[in-house]
């Protein structure tokens, strides 16, 4: 299934392969194209990981490359890695303070370690 999200991206990084926001954007795109719609299309994961690692390459100062790689690590396969992923966010919001996808993300990461915290002490495990 191609998604318009990703063709706009991967047609950005064809256009000028020095863009680095570009290949942060199209990590993003194959990150919530697997998370939507294709789970077990592990593909999708390495596509992102190849696209964030090509963008810290162009610009590791680069705010998008930052909020990219948080979502590549907050996935179940990598076990939701909490302070990994609130790093790249801060890193994110401290680069760039009007991108607001990294609060808002962040704000998630926050909720979701305080509910596996609230859960791990009453001993569900749910998270």
Sequence with gaps: MSTPHADTRLAA??????FGTAYAELAQAYIWKQFSFFPNQKDLSEKAYNAVQ????????????HLARGRLLW????KF???????????????????DEARNQLAVVYCHSICAATDSSKGTGSY
């Design 13 to 18: 990084v064809q256009i000028d392969p020095s």
């Design 54 to 65: 090509k963008a810290f390459a162009l610009d590791s100062d680069a705010a998008p490359g």
């Design 75 to 78: 996935t179940p396969e990598n």
């Design 81 to 99: 890695p909490h302070e990994k992923v609130i790093s790249e966010y801060r890193r994110a919001i401290e680069l760039d303070p009007n991108l």
